[in-house]
């Protein structure tokens, strides 16, 4: 894996801009002083695997910018992303009740994110009340948007798919620019051809749902408005 490695001390952690979407929202500096394991910041390339399914879950990632797919590998070697990670999401979280990871984590984008150790959260949450219910909280939130992804992403055309995708990116904000995965990765998100996604993609944008940002393609301005009633069409 190639990336840029920076230790993180309590006081940033305590200081973090998303903390309070974060594991961390609500431990206090006591909490923090508890640490005895050092957490590091990890800026990682895309097409980055932060780690794989079946293999020992030693460290959990909070993402701090960027995209994550948790991709599970079908027997006959194609992949089905079972969710998309955003920042303030945790890659790992089902290392804190079993040995193993049960997904693959692969970046889709250049990605920001706090590694830590398994080892400090087991040890907090036996001391921390406070721990243990963002724990529960953070599994609840895991739980919905995999029912919501199943159910959004999975059901209907090929535009309305593609419309509640980029809605569940920008996070409601329909001025916050969005950043979309490749078209291979929609496509598998969607459940659709790379082809199929990519059509959806510039009809899109030539109804002007779309705003290009950049000479890739990658980044848009939505229309949040016009992709929600795209989204809710019966037809």
């Known amino acids: 894996m190639h990336l840029k490695i920076h230790a993180l001390g309590a006081q940033e952690c305590e200081s973090c ?33 932060l780690f794989d399914e079946g293999t020992q879950g030693q460290t959990l990632f909070t993402i701090r910018r960027g995209l994550v797919k948790l991709v599970r590998y079908q027997t006959d070697g194609t992949q089905r992303i079972i969710r998309l990670l955003t920042p303030g999401d945790i890659a790992g979280l089902e290392t804190t009740v079993q040995p193993v ?15 830590i150790p398994r080892t400090v959260i087991t040890q907090l949450e036996s001391t ?28 209907g055309s090929a535009r309305q798919r593609l419309a509640r995708l980029l809605l569940r990116l920008s996070k409601g904000e329909g001025c916050r620019p ?58």
């Open 128 to 155: 921390s009340p406070r721990l243990h219910a963002q724990l529960l909280r953070k599994w609840h939130e895991a739980l919905r948007q995999a029912d919501d992804f199943i159910a959004d992403l999975a059901s």
């Open 178 to 235: 969005v950043l979309l995965p490749p078209r291979e990765d929609v496509g598998a998100m969607l459940g659709i051809t790379t082809e199929t996604a990519s059509r959806a993609v510039a009809a899109f944008r030539r109804e002007g749902l779309l705003d290009p940002l950049d000479r890739q393609s990658r980044r848009f301005r939505i229309d949040a408005v016009a992709l929600a009633a795209v989204a809710a069409r019966s037809d």
């Open 17 to 49: 801009g998303i903390r309070a979407n974060a594991l961390f929202a609500d431990l206090t500096s006591d909490d923090f002083r508890l640490i005895d394991r050092m957490i590091h910041e990890i800026s990682v390339p895309a097409h980055t695997t």
């Open 101 to 115: 990871y049960d997904s693959s984590a692969i970046t889709l984008t250049e990605v920001t994110a706090c590694r």
